[in-house]
Every structure is written in structure tokens, then in C-alpha cells.
């Protein structure tokens, strides 16, 4: 167990519906990042948020967005949805200083019908 | 920008080793980390070099040569689980957030 929970694990919706993607870091980590990974592709980087500010921002499309509230949790929006988007959506966290690694959630996968 | 190159996929035998390469060409560099990822599961975090050398954990090492923007991940005495994806990130710099760009992953077959 990484210490970071993403919820929902599974989520199956519609084109053209939003969906919130939620995740909870490890206890202390003030650093959150969002990726996406279709089937057979890599970690693509979407977003990046240290301690409630967007950090560094990746090829996240206009139709997704993000935030980190005070509590460092953070929740990915997807709005307007496409087939393309069914993916796993993976969320990491890390301290944010120090050159540690980014521990993963479990992912969220997202099925677009 | 940031560009990092690996096989698509290797081949190997239970047992034997076997040495997964990565390179990249980075804008910024803070450091290079190997995950290891199951199909549909987690990436895990395999290890991590920041200064050139041979970094070794178990049955992983992992080198680094930073003029040269070239690491691998050499797996020793290689067991059926090990077949998975193995992922190479660049860390970029802390003015820029210190992300972790991905490269594609290998996909590592361990045949018996």
C-alpha cells in the first residue's frame, strides 16, 4: 500500500458527461500529480500541484481541469467526454522537495461508452 | 522539452539477466528513476540515481551517465514475476515543479 487512495477504482459514464476523479495523497506529501495512461501507452503527464498551486502543467486538454484544496487532497474534472478518454487515471504523490520518488495510487479506470 | 527513448519490449529467460536501456535529452535534469508496473496495477518505484555511477538494490541496479543522458536497469537471476513494464522518468527541475516525465516502458517477457 503506497499510502495514496484514488477513488473511485472503476467508473463507467457516457460521452459528453463529467466525471470528478478524486485522490488523497500520503500523509506529509504536499505534491500532487495527475497522469493518464490509455491502453498500451505510458504515463502521460496531465498536472502538477505543490501545496494548492498548480505547479507544472502537461498536454492536459481544455476539457480537463484540477485543483488541490487545503487538505492537499486533489480531484481531477473531465468534462464534455470522449471515447479517447477511457483510460487509467493514475494520481502520485511525493514530498515536493528532496529528490524522492512519487508514490501512486491504485488508478481510476475510466470507461467511456 | 523532454524526450526519453526505451525498447518497446524484451525477451528473457528465468534465471538469466537481462538489461533494459533508457535515454534521454532533457531541458533539465533532477535525477532518473525505474518503476516497475503490472499490467493494470500501480507503477512501483525500483530505484533512483541522481550523480553517474552504478546504484544496487537486491537482484536490481541501476546506472546512470548523465554527459551521455543513458541509464539501465540490469535485473539479476530473473523470476516469472518480473515479467511487467519497466518505466524510466526524468525528474525535472524544482523551479518547474520537479515532475516525472515518463518514458513508454519496456514490456519484459520472463519465459521459463
Redesign the interface.
Given at each position: 500500500d503506497s499510502g495514496v487512495t484514488q477513488t473511485p477504482k472503476h467508473l463507467i459514464t457516457a460521452t459528453g458527461q463529467r466525471v470528478t476523479l478524486r485522490c488523497s495523497p500520503r500523509s506529509g506529501d504536499l505534491s500532487v500529480y495527475w497522469y493518464q495512461q490509455s491502453l498500451d501507452q505510458g504515463l502521460q503527464f496531465l498536472i502538477q500541484y505543490y501545496n494548492g498551486e498548480e505547479r507544472a502543467k502537461g498536454n492536459i486538454l481544455e476539457r480537463f481541469s484540477a485543483q488541490q484544496f487545503p487538505d492537499l487532497h486533489s480531484e481531477l474534472n473531465l468534462s464534455s467526454l470522449e471515447l479517447g478518454d477511457s483510460a487509467l487515471y493514475f494520481c502520485a504523490s511525493s514530498p515536493g522537495t528532496g529528490n524522492t520518488e512519487a508514490f501512486f495510487g491504485q488508478g481510476t479506470r475510466l470507461t467511456v461508452v | 522539452g523532454q524526450n526519453i527513448d526505451q525498447p518497446t519490449e524484451m525477451t528473457a529467460t528465468e534465471g538469466a539477466i537481462v538489461q533494459i536501456n533508457c535515454t534521454y535529452q532533457t531541458s533539465g535534469f533532477?535525477?532518473l528513476?525505474w518503476y516497475q508496473q503490472h499490467a493494470?496495477?500501480?507503477?512501483?518505484?525500483l530505484s533512483?540515481n541522481?550523480l553517474d555511477g552504478l546504484e544496487e538494490k537486491g537482484r536490481f541496479s541501476s546506472f546512470l551517465s548523465r554527459s551521455k543522458g543513458y541509464s539501465y536497469l540490469l535485473l539479476k537471476e530473473l523470476q516469472m514475476k518480473d515479467s511487467a513494464s519497466y518505466?524510466c522518468?526524468v525528474?525535472?527541475p524544482?523551479n518547474?515543479?520537479?515532475?516525472?516525465?515518463?518514458?513508454?516502458?519496456t514490456e519484459l517477457s520472463v519465459k521459463p
Open positions: - | 533532477n535525477g528513476f493494470g496495477e500501480a507503477p512501483t518505484f533512483y541522481v518505466l522518468a525528474r525535472g524544482w518547474q515543479g520537479g515532475k516525472l516525465i515518463f518514458g513508454q516502458g
